[in-house]
């Protein structure tokens, strides 16, 4: 039943899912990220990963107060919160430690569309008739605050050209005529509680056709585009060299193959298992995403289940354009299905952008639309096929049919049943009563995770995992009347996402 759910209508960078799982199908948890994965633009562009191969090699940290695995987004993004952290309430020699299982932000961030887009009011309607028009509000705005924090630390620390921010608004194409009365009514019931769309912009099929070349109406809300993988790499140097007393290692090439408690004659609680040896911690924060449910096998996708995340495989391709494109096309771009959005020509106005492109999925179908697949070392011929069909189909004139594209890889996305992720301590298979109070949630709670972000992860780990590690820290200093941040929809959290 709950599969059901799944079906989202939402333009542009909503990657949704509306699949039927085989009856045949039997769940079983995600593997370990796959060797050999396909080169992304983003990670494989000689000189993009600073931080690939660090810490692959000599000795292994075998001791931590927190271990986090995986160096995408949100683990990166917890390390430099913990930074924070520890500046902020003057802690002493706090020790954390980033596991990753391949080359540093090899996951889903490093293989990704590169859309920041946080969305303005889709979804609203859906959001507010399952959850009121508080957590509704408070969903978008969660985006809205995370694109922005973003931003900022892009701006104050500089880092505009070294992470390619192009602040030019998501333009989304609307299909049909269905499609815009539904935007136009989330748009409406959005404005209506109170969210910002102000600078939301309906255009005309013909002003579209005029400025753009491609002959839908849109409309065109806030939002940027980057390079994810440089954002986190500037992230996690940063976290590295921030407070004093807080000290960061990091090991890539170094997959956690399992977590199991130590004795209690042991200062640490957990022992991570990885080919390289033992490492001892205190807290662990699974920051894995897609893979969630190798090591915690509550998180397996099944049939009657709300709590597995779906390990599903995007596809992208980059393709030269055939003409150079003028300053107003320098947005970023959706479509049901697709998404995309033209790499900065720098200076030379004269260049024809190199347009990095993902979706197709939905258009090839098949029985499971990729989900339940980890293996990104092969694209989908398929995939492929319809992904080359749609520039040229779309904008006549601007690229070339039937023209290869530059680089092609595919990601694994982590998409859950109840379309949110889950944010939190991890818990057991038979979660304790949702109305414990969140103090006591975290309290005694020693793993954490922040995963399951259904696609759409740019606009929404970042925050997510500053909560997680704002639990982290709490639960460290023993503060008992910390609490749940306002920002954060309650529905994200571990204790409120069970079956
Ligand atoms: C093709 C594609 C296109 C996308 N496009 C967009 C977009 O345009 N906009 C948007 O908002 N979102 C997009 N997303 C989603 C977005 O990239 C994710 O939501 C986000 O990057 C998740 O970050 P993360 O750090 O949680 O996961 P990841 O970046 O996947 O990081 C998890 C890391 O954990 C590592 N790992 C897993 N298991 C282990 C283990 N046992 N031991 C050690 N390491 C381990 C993995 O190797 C990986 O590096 C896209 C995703 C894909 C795949
Ligand atoms: C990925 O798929 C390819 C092609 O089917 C296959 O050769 C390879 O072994 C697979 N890798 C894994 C880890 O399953
Ligand atoms: C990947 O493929 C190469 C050869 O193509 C092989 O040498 C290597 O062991 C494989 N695995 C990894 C983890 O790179
Ligand atoms: C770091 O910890 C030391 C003691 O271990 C303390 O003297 C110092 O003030 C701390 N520094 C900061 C910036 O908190
Ligand atoms: C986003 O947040 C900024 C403050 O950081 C605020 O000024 C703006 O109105 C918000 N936009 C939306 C769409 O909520
Ligand atoms: C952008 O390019 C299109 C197509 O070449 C052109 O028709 C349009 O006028 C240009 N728009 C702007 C704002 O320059
Ligand atoms: C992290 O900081 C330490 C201490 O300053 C430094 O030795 C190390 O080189 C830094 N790591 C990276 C990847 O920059
Ligand atoms: C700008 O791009 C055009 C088209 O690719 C090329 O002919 C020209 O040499 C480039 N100019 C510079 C300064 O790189």
Redesign the pocket.
Known sequence: MLWGLLALSLPS?A?SSPFQVPLSFQPTPAT??VANSTESFWIHTPGANLLANEGSTGPLTQDADICI????????SAAYHLANAVDEFALKDVKAVV????EF?????????????PYSFSNFLQYESDFGTLEAVKSLQLENRTAMAIVDLINKNEWNDIVDLVPGGHISLISSAEQLVSLKAEYLAAKKAGLDVGDVEWISEESVKETYGASYPAVKAPAFNLW?LKFVTQLYLLANSSAPNFSLALHTH????SVVPLPSSYDRKWNLHTPRGPIHCSYVLH??????S??LPQFTPGRDREMGIIPT????VAVRADTPINDSWRASWGFPDY?WFPRPTSSNASANPLVIL?GGRETIGGPTFEQFETNDSVVNKDVGEALRAFLPRTFEGMFKDGEDPVMEW?????YTSTKDPFVGPVIEETPSSSNVAATEQHASASQFI??G?N???????FSCAEAVAGMIIATLRNDKTWSVPEWLPKRYLTWNNQN
């Open positions: 960078t990657f370990l990220p695995i995986g160096s995408g987004m949100t683990g990166v596991l990753e299982a391949r932000c090899s996951g889903a961030t490093g293989r990704n569309g590169g859309h920041l887009t994810p170094t997959p956690v193959t920051a894995s995403n897609a893979y969630a190798h090591l495989r995007g596809q992208i998404y993902g595919t990601g694994i996305m982590g922040s995963a972000y696609g759409h992860g740019m606009p929404r780990a």
